[in-house]
């Protein structure tokens, strides 16, 4: 009996951690709340079965299951029923992020577990007042303090940091087997002297460490990746002053000639070649428009990224067709729209300088009712390899997707890509109201 209640405090312990673990949810509060809950009652009710099959000998394979098998069982099938209610039910996270979270709290719970049993001198099954009292002495504060001063701080984190959680949460997983293993050794402990409490704490010590570690891990990937943001804002910037001086040049070219065109002007008036005047002026116009093209939107700041790239483009010879049809962009930040129309852009670019023969690229960014969709094509011949609907190709080092996406996701939007008939595409597609929220929020995320 005393058993089954620890087991049935545990479940609770549980089920209130997994809520407040969720830190991107997928459903309301209330809803993700009673799937933590049904995940406990589930755990429980196969616990008292496995219970029964201990203690009846009425039932099936009675006498077939001993205590540390019952405890093994059990363990087992808490751990599967939780960490698949949390990754897949509760948290939109994708998978590899909450599997960290997972791993990141059963390793905790292990090393919460393993200093109750060191104090207590108990082992699995043990149920006195003391472990229960322990269990939820140490559990319930800490879970107030997790609640009030770090969730939001986690929230933050984990929402702006897109990349390094797949060695993360390896490492956590390979962590949390270790304190597992250490666990089991526990059961199988004559007594707990002083050796063994130094190698249990110290275990458990290296644990926390390593989680530390890892947290920090993350952090260093996400100004890594910020880092690499403002390289390429720095980029664009220096672009933009070269294609300003480049402007300059040609408008002091411009005013140097302008007596020589009046002259050829002035000679066909003389002469009274009215045509060849017009002929004159239209091919006058012609290479002048040439010099100052760049006229794609009245956002300066899109065409200004536009001209940019597109201008490097056609200048390394690579043919771009371009259709912007672009009015008011709504509650998008100018900084977003130049995170993501120069990482892709600038990925077009480079993939076409990579190319041989002759590369085009198109162009498109048009609004449809609330959205704001820009598609970008380029030429692209080699095989692209696809992981998770993102381009990984060692051909295509896709530079800053994680920041696209970070910024698609600002605006409950999407991003895709796909490469087929020789053409690499990516379509992105952004609500551009109602987000005004959102984007208040986390407009510094990226």
């Not at 997994?18 to 616990?47: C, D, N, R, W």
């Not at 007042?129 to 319930?140: E, F, H, I, S």
């Not at 140097?256 to 002035?266: E, G, L, S, Y």
């Amino acid at each position: 009996m005393n058993a089954l209640i620890t087991n049935i405090i545990n479940n609770l312990i549980h089920g209130l951690w997994f809520y407040s673990l969720v830190l991107e949810p997928k459903h309301s509060h209330k809803k993700t709340m009673g799937i933590s809950a049904g995940a406990a009652v589930v755990s429980q009710a196969v616990m008292m079965v496995l219970f029964m099959w201990m203690y009846r000998p009425t039932l099936p394979f009675w006498g077939s299951i001993s205590a540390k098998m019952l405890y093994f069982c059990g363990y087992c099938v808490t751990a599967l029923i939780f960490g698949v209610a949390f990754v897949f039910l509760m948290s939109a996270s994708e998978p590899v992020k909450s599997l960290f979270v997972l791993s990141a709290y059963c390793s905790f719970w292990t090393v919460i577990y393993l200093v109750i049993s060191i104090v207590t001198n108990t082992f699995a099954g043990a149920g006195n007042l003391a472990v229960w009292g322990l269990r939820l002495g140490l559990n319930l504060p800490l879970l107030v303090i997790f609640q009030k001063y770090f969730k939001k701080k986690m929230q933050r984190m984990y929402k702006e940091i897109q990349i390094g959680y797949g060695t993360v949460a390896v490492v956590s997983v390979f962590a949390f087997l270790v304190m597992t293993i250490v666990i089991f050794y526990n059961e199988k402990a004559e007594r707990h002297d002083w050796l063994y409490i130094a190698m249990i704490l110290s275990t458990g010590s290296m644990m926390v460490i390593i989680h530390v570690l890892l947290l920090r891990f993350i952090a260093q990937a996400g100004y890594a990746d910020r880092l690499k943001q403002m390289q390429l804002h720095e980029k664009y910037l220096q672009a933009q002053i070269s294609s300003y001086e480049q402007m300059e040049q040609n408008a002091r070219q411009t005013r140097h000639d302008i007596r020589h065109h009046h002259m050829v002007v002035a000679e066909y008036a003389r002469e009274k070649d009215y045509q060849g005047i017009l002929s004159y002026l239209q091919e006058y116009e012609r290479l002048e428009t040439e010099k100052y093209t760049g006229a794609y939107c009245k956002n300066s700041v899109v065409n200004n990224v536009l001209c940019t790239y597109i201008g490097k483009a056609r200048r390394n010879g690579t043919e771009v067709s371009s259709d912007i049809r672009l009015g008011d962009t709504g509650e998008i930040s100018n900084y977003d729209l130049v995170t993501i129309l120069a990482n892709i852009l600038e990925n077009a670019v480079n993939a076409c300088d990579r190319e041989e023969g002759k590369c085009k690229m198109e162009v498109s960014l048009r609004q449809k009712g609330s959205k704001l969709i820009f598609i970008c094509k380029n030429t692209c011949t080699g095989k692209v390899k696809f992981e998770d609907g993102i381009p990984c190709s060692q051909e295509r080092v896709s530079v800053g997707i994680s920041s696209v996406r970070c910024c698609v996701d600002k605006y409950d939007g999407s991003v895709n890509f796909s490469a087929a008939n020789g053409m690499f595409t990516c379509q992105v597609i952004l609500n551009s109201t109602g987000n005004k929220n959102k984007v208040d929020r986390g407009k510094n995320s990226c």
